[in-house]
């Protein structure tokens, strides 16, 4: 797996865009980069995945850029609800990959 | 509905008394996997299995057992519990184990050990 770096932890207000931005310089052909939220007390849900562009959802934007070395997630319009750790994975489509590492995320507080 | 379940929900128990934490998930998933969530130290892999009778080692696999004789049920078992496995555990499963497939999480088991 590649490895991730992201911010461990962001500020913001209701209503304001947010954008996470994850680096993974050695990220690999056939990687796809993975956005997962996690809310206080619960298990992590996926939001959204992509590999290269744009890629859009009701929940968020994931922008990457031509060469690939890191990837920004935006949250637009945040409300206190988005209160949440927010993780980044970088991996392969194929079969055969066994540990999953979510580390530690970045923890995103969204204040009124 | 789609789910995993995990029971307990709560436990606290006492250091040397065996406890299992039950998973099982309804979606035909290979791979399942557990995860420990401590403060500052994020979401660690405990265990994965790939398929039935299929188990292996994560991150931090040291003092817990698992098996997989089922597809559909991942037990995690503690054979002589400590209280530095006090932490909050999420069961998961995925299709396929790797990040392209996406990972559906149980609601969580909050232990504490004394």
């Known amino acids: 797996l590649a490895k991730t770096t992201q911010p461990i932890s962001m500020d913001s207000y209701e209503g304001q865009e947010v954008n996470i931005t994850c680096s993974h310089n050695n990220i690999a052909t056939n990687d796809y980069i993975t956005w997962y939220q996690q809310f206080p007390s619960q298990g992590p849900r996926f939001i959204i995945q992509g590999y290269k562009t744009k890629v859009t959802n009701e929940v968020a934007s994931l922008f990457i850029p031509a060469d690939r070395k890191s990837s920004t997630l935006s949250l637009p319009r945040v409300s206190l609800s988005d209160t949440a750790v927010y993780y980044c994975l970088v991996g392969e489509r194929g079969s055969g990959y066994s540990t999953l590492t979510f580390g530690k995320g970045t923890m995103l507080l969204v204040s009124p | 509905e789609a789910q995993v379940t995990q029971n307990p929900r709560y436990l606290i128990t006492v250091t040397g008394k065996k406890l299992t934490v039950t998973c099982s998930q309804n979606?035909?998933?290979?791979?399942m996997s557990w995860y420990r969530q401590d403060p500052g130290l994020g979401l660690r892999q405990i265990y994965y299995s790939m398929n039935v009778e299929v188990t292996d080692k994560g991150d931090v696999p040291e003092g817990y057992k698992v098996s997989r004789k089922e597809k559909r049920n991942f037990p995690l078992i503690l054979e002589s519990p400590s209280p530095n496995q006090t932490s909050l555990y999420f069961c998961?499963?995925?299709?396929?184990?790797?990040?392209?497939?996406?990972?559906?999480f149980g609601p969580g088991t909050r232990l504490t050990v004394l």
């Open positions: 998961a499963s995925s299709r396929q184990g790797n990040t392209y497939n996406e990972q559906f």
């Open positions: 979606m035909n998933h290979e791979y």
